[in-house]
Nanobody, 120 residues
Framework: QVQLVESGGGSVQSGGSLRLSCVAY????????IGWFRQAPGKERERVSC????????YYADSVKGRFTISIDNARIAAYLQMNDLKAEDTAVYYC?????????????WSKGTLVTVSQ
């Protein structure tokens, strides 16, 4: 059973930075997509950023392009999301997810989530 352990959430002022980490324990996936989704209060969950282990191809939501950077550590089966120039609208619970195929809403494994709060 794959367990995703996420860390790095917290509170920051607008314009600040945070770095999320996600490590997949118990995974035997040779190839995978890993990334983050987020859900703000009263809103639907949205895909934020993903990366694929085969070619390091990445996806970013338009709202985070130029501010967030995703990276991968294949040796650890881990991913990192560097979030810069954070805005109040980035406030949400961030979930890490991993899937053997591609980045999609129905990823196979999910973290418990970590809260990111950005104050103005």
């Amino acid at each position: 059973q794959v367990q995703l352990v996420e860390s790095g959430g917290g509170s920051v002022q607008s314009g600040g930075s945070l770095r999320l980490s996600c490590v997949a324990y118990g995974s035997t996936l040779a190839y995978y997509a890993i990334g983050w989704f987020r859900q703000a209060p009263g809103k639907e969950r949205e895909r934020v950023s993903c990366i694929h282990s085969i070619d390091n191809s990445t996806y970013y939501a338009d709202s985070v392009k130029g501010r967030f950077t995703i990276s991968i550590d294949n040796a650890r089966i881990a991913a990192y999301l560097q979030m810069n120039d954070l805005k109040a609208e980035d406030t949400a619970v961030y979930y890490c997810a991993i899937d053997p195929s591609f980045c999609r809403e129905g990823m196979d494994y999910w973290s418990k989530g970590t809260l990111v709060t950005v104050s103005q």
